[in-house]
Structures are given as C-alpha cells and as structure tokens.
C-alpha cells in the first residue's frame, strides 16, 4: 500500500528537478503564483493524519488555482501601472507576490524637505487611482535615505516623507485603513554610500502593494 504514496513523491520530485532555472525565468508572474500555491496548498493538505496523499492533491489544486488567481492580478496592476505612470525614472516590479513601486526621494522632495513637489504628486495620483482599481490590496510605504547627517535626523526625515506620501494617496481617494507609512532612515541601503551615485540611490520611498489573503 505504500508504493503509490512513494511513486508520486518521486514524481513530483522529477518534476521539480525538470524545472530549470531558464524555464522559471522565463514563465509570467501568473505562472509562478500558481507554482508556488500549488506546493504550498499541497503541503498543507498533506499535513493531516488521514488521506495525506489525497488531501495533498486537493489542497495543491486549491493553492494552484489561489496563486494563479493572484499572481494574474499583480501582473495586470503592473502592466496598468506601467501605462498611467510611464516615468523612467519610478520603478515598477512584480516579484511575484507583490508588487514594487520605487520613487526616488531626490524627485519627490527638496533636500531635507517632505514637502512633496508638484511634478510627481500627479505620479502619485496615478497610483492612487490604480490602487482603487485594484481594492483588494495592502500598501507600506517606506521612507528611505542616505547616511550623510545624523542617524536621527535621516530615520525622522524618512518617516515625515513615507507620511507625506501616503497623505497624496489618501487625497486621491485610497481608504486610510490600506496604508501603512513609516521610516527606515538610513539603515537599508540598497548600495554602498560611498559614491554620490550610490547615496541619490538610497534615497528613496518604497510603496509596496501586497494582495491580502483570501
């Protein structure tokens, strides 16, 4: 009786090994939502005493189908982001299960400043306006800076800018209860300060759009 439960272990064991890494690069975001979901539904209809392969089977066609569903949705919201938001220099990347929008601070704000200049609070309408079309989402904004002046100064200037942010994207229609604001100063880098270059880089605000759970 344990022969089956053995040969579909090594099958789906040969079936990830098939999966390489050009083939992974390679597929959607839709695609690899319903990938992950899927081990993730499997594992945890496998977890019960009774039935483990069947209720595996089943739980991994309900995490495909949810992490298909969701990975669809982030794909489309980027594609539409992209196309009301065609500024170069924002950022916009799907990871998979979320999605990254990336502003540099040097274009939001004046130095040492959260005032917000005019030129990007359309920007920032813009994804206003997507976020409603897309309501079934969490936003954090994150301030970032660089390390140049006093570590308290950098974390309390980030927190006023992530604020600033996301008051521009309540002005433009997005609930209050989705956004969650606050301030890393300059403890996440993304490069090394060193440079000019490096530091405009890691002055920056994050916001970050996550599907909430079903």
Do not use: W
């Not at 539904?41 to 089943?58: E, M, P, R």
């Not at 500024?87 to 130095?111: C, H, K, S, Y």
């Amino acid at each position: 009786m344990t022969i089956k439960p053995i040969a579909a272990v090594a099958a789906a064991a040969f079936a990830v090994s098939a999966c390489t890494t050009d083939s992974i690069s390679q597929a959607n975001k839709s695609q690899t939502g319903a990938i992950i979901g899927g081990a993730v539904g499997g594992l945890i209809g496998a977890s019960s005493d009774d039935n483990k392969l069947l209720k595996g089977i089943v739980g991994a066609g309900i995490g495909a189908a949810a992490g298909g569903v969701i990975g669809h949705q982030l794909d489309k919201q980027a594609d539409d982001l992209r196309r009301d938001i065609p500024n170069e220099d924002i950022d916009i990347v799907n990871t998979g299960d979320e999605l990254r929008v990336t502003m540099p601070q040097d274009l939001l704000f004046a130095v040492n400043s959260a005032d917000l200049g005019g030129a990007m609070r359309s920007d920032l309408l813009a994804l206003a306006s997507n976020l409603q079309d897309y309501p079934d989402t969490t936003v954090n904004i994150v301030g970032h800076t660089d390390d140049t002046g006093s570590e308290s100064f950098n974390y309390e200037l980030s927190e006023r800018r992530a604020q600033a942010v996301a008051f521009t994207l309540e002005d433009g229609g997005v609930a209050p209860s989705r956004i969650r604001s606050y301030g890393q100063g300059e403890s996440r880098p993304v490069v090394s300060n060193v440079t000019e270059e490096g530091r405009a880089q890691n002055r920056r605000v994050d916001i970050v759009i996550r599907p909430n759970a079903a």
